[in-house]
């Protein structure tokens, strides 16, 4: 009997909660959200400063692909056209791959409070919102990386036309990403041949007699 009162205990706990979670991001606010990629054909990310315009404010929808401007030597271009927001992360500086450890987003006048969410935690566990000083509002997706030559998709709903999504003032356009260095072949070779000699030195340690 006290097994079956808790089991409906629970289940009625459950119940409860999941309208709780459903209502915590407002359905009607603007919204971005991040999550995992897939092979196909992924745009090119080859700066850590970008921007995405979505034409109809959601994207990807049909006729609304997201559209990827990125500053190059401090000129901001447009380089590639997504149908599904698909993006890949080949920022390469002076031949050195780079992991991407946050994503943040600047959306000025975003037409109503922005939330943010997760369409999985491949990449990212954590998405914050905030604001900026030019009024813009702030997603930060943190807490994890995005890998060197790594796919992931981005989603924007709810906007008003041709919003701009990234990095801000446009003239100059700072980085709107941070990342690290992927560590060199060598490196990793040394980093792991140490361990190795750790483990085996443990190993061939003479034992002392009590």
């Known amino acids: 009997m006290k097994v079956l009162r808790v089991a409906a205990l629970s289940l009625l706990a459950g119940l409860c909660a999941a309208p709780v979670h459903a209502d915590s991001v407002p359905p009607g606010d603007p919204r971005i959200r991040q999550g995992g990629g897939d092979p196909a054909n992924p745009t090119p990310i080859i700066s850590p400063a970008f921007y995405i315009l979505s034409p109809t404010g959601t994207s990807p929808a049909p006729g609304s692909p997201c559209e990827l401007f990125q500053s190059i030597g401090g000129v901001v271009v447009m380089t590639g056209t997504s149908p599904n927001c698909l993006f890949e992360n080949v920022i390469n500086p002076s ?11 600047d959306v000025l006048h975003p037409g109503g409070m922005v939330t943010c969410a997760l369409i999985n935690t491949i990449n990212f566990k954590t998405c914050t919102t905030g604001s900026f000083d030019d009024g813009g509002a702030m997603v930060t997706f943190s807490n994890g990386s995005i ?32 990342t690290s260095s992927v560590p060199e072949p060598g490196t990793l070779a040394l980093f792991f041949g140490g361990i190795g000699a750790l483990l085996i030195g443990g190993r061939l340690r003479p034992r002392t007699l009590s």
């Open 95 to 105: 031949g050195t791959g780079q992991n991407i450890t946050s994503l943040v987003f």
């Open 147 to 178: 890998p060197f030559q790594t796919d992931f998709s981005l989603q924007f709903t709810g906007f008003p036309e041709n919003t701009q999504a990234g990095c801000f003032p446009i003239s100059t356009c700072p980085p709107n990403t941070t």
